[in-house]
């Protein structure tokens, strides 16, 4: 009667932990794959935009790739394509970060490094100057960019065009200064801090730079982990109350074929037997389910915004349950 017990034991317990080693390891495979299949669509999309003259899309067709999987191919087609559309500070840093990347012998080199080259001097630059008394916690935004107390009177690169420089300071109003660049110049620009704040505001001023982080913290996280983990405890748990049921179904059975321990036919064994069987395989169920909604719970309250496309809707986990007289198996599916 032990025998049976143990190899039947054995069983359930490997089932049940390669099918939960199976689902956290399969995970980052199976989303590098389905991101590295998204970043290939969008590649090409952005070929055929480019080749149409549509630089607008096909740049933001191969940003996304970029985004998504990160490849010095996509680079190079994102800085050809910011090139074609006036972008040129942004299509010489681009070239550059290729360059840099590539080793000599690349047939790829020799086309970055002459592209690099023949675009930097048409890359506009700014000087911002800082006006003498200003407040020591002033800052900075030129377009999209935080300028550092570093790089204040240095040549900053930036493409050619309409821009505004955001100057902010706690007690102090907004200042935005409008600047336009043309190919090639360098202008100098001097930077002050705006008006007074009244003083209702003064306490309550956070600066743009501040109130724009606040709403990025507020951003809602990404959520792929908790519904990984989050299904895989679920499923869990549903095959833990299975075999729950089963083992108080084959007891019930025992004890009454097995009034005591002189008096048992071989019919009460067995599923006495099974009811120790389908107890472990319950309580490693349990264990696996408080792993996985632990898992959930601190990746809920742990993971930061990133805007990664949500696919899981079209993700999840199915579990097939196998129970039989003499044994018993779990399976789990799923893709993420």
């Not at 009667?1 to 359930?12: A, D, E, Q, W």
């Not at 994102?78 to 360059?99: D, K, M, P």
């Amino acid at each position: 009667m032990h025998l049976p017990f143990i190899r039947k034991s054995r069983r359930i317990v490997c089932a049940l932990g390669v099918a939960a080693c199976v689902s956290f390891a399969q995970a980052p495979r199976a989303l590098a794959q389905d991101n590295a299949a998204v970043a290939e669509v969008l590649f090409e999309q952005g070929r055929k935009a480019f080749e149409a003259g549509n630089y607008d899309a096909a740049c933001g067709k191969f940003a996304e790739s970029l985004r998504i999987e990160p490849t010095l191919g996509t680079k190079l087609n994102l800085a050809a394509c910011e090139a074609q559309r006036g972008r040129v500070a942004t299509a010489w840093g681009l070239f550059r970060s290729v360059e840099q990347q590539l080793q000599p012998g690349d047939a790829r080199y020799p086309y970055a490094s002459k592209s690099a080259k023949d675009l930097l001097p048409r890359v506009p630059y700014v000087v911002l100057k800082l006006k003498p008394g200003a407040p020591a916690d002033i800052q900075i935004r030129l377009g999209e960019m935080t300028v550092r107390a570093a790089t204040i009177g240095e040549k900053l690169p930036i493409d050619p065009g309409k821009h505004q420089v955001i100057v902010s300071a706690n007690g102090y109003q907004d200042r935005s200064i409008p600047i336009e660049l043309a190919p090639g110049q360098t202008l100098e620009v001097p930077v002050e801090v705006g008006a007074i704040a009244p003083p209702q505001a003064a306490n309550a001023q956070p600066g743009a730079l501040g109130a724009k982080d606040a709403g990025a913290k507020d951003a809602a996280p990404d959520r792929t982990m908790v519904w990984v983990l989050g299904g895989v405890g679920v499923t869990a748990t549903v095959a833990a109350a299975v075999f729950g049921g089963l083992t108080l179904s084959q007891k019930g059975t025992g004890d009454k074929e097995c009034p005591s321990s002189l008096q048992c036919s071989q019919k009460g064994a067995d599923a006495l037997d099974r009811a120790r069987t389908y107890r472990l395989a319950s309580n490693i169920g349990w264990g696996v389910a408080a792993l996985g909604l632990g898992g959930a719970t601190y990746f809920w309250f742990t993971t930061r915004p990133k805007s990664t496309p949500d696919h899981t809707a079209q993700r999840g986990l199915d579990l097939g349950l196998q129970a039989g007289p003499a044994d018993a198996a779990v399976q789990l599916r799923g893709s993420f």
